[in-house]
């Protein structure tokens, strides 16, 4: 092993050990317990304190004599909560559980609680070895205007809205590749796809790949040794996009996460 490959190789396990911590965080994606729907009128939920209920616009919870907090203080009348469709989320808190409130076309709530048996039971998530190969040279190639792209959802019935900047282009074998892009962190991107290892070692609706800020020559590094899962491959309470149109790849991509241990 060259001295390069070996500081890639530990530069990827390194990234390996955070994405795991990371996912064993005791209020992350798989200590999600529940995933209810609000409804137009105010009720309770199995084993939480409160009522809920939304409109066409927010989310609304009445504490009903319950103890919840928002942001470290005590909810102690109607808390109206409003926010972007697809966009973040929110967390009250009730005892040593967290419900977090979504938007995804209506309003959701779901628990986060750190005894949940998916998290107890987490024990790292199967991946490829690492092969410099599957870090290509990308070009960002932006379009005169971002573009609002509805996907669907692994739930069925569900949409997701995102904002695709435009398209990442690359290489593979001699064949020219086009993914859309949509906005990432810190002026990268986001690419969800597919490819032919999905549904066989990798997990079937999609996997997730972030790709930094282009140079000022739109060049961008796909690093497909860094593909991740999305949480729905993790647990039943997520409510993931898909992969937008023509993001399925017709190659076998052997590189990033493989299905986890939980849906094997």
Known sequence: MTASTADFTRAWQDWRAGREKELADPYGWLALVSLDWLEDEPRAYPGLPGKWWQDAEAAYVDPDGGDLEYE????????RIELVNSGPTTRITAGAVEIEVARRTGYLIRV????????KAFRGVPAYEPQENWVLEGRFEPFDQPRPVTVGAVVEGLSHVYTAPGTVRFTRDGTE???TAFNGRDGGFTILFTDATSGVTTYAANRSLAVGKPDDTGRVTVDFTRARNLPCAFTDFATCPLPPEGNRLPFAVEAGEKTPFERQ
């Open 72 to 79: 470290g203080a005590k909810i102690t009348e109607t808390r």
């Open 177 to 179: 590749h086009t993914l």
């Open 112 to 119: 986060h609680d750190p005894e949940a048996p998916v998290l």
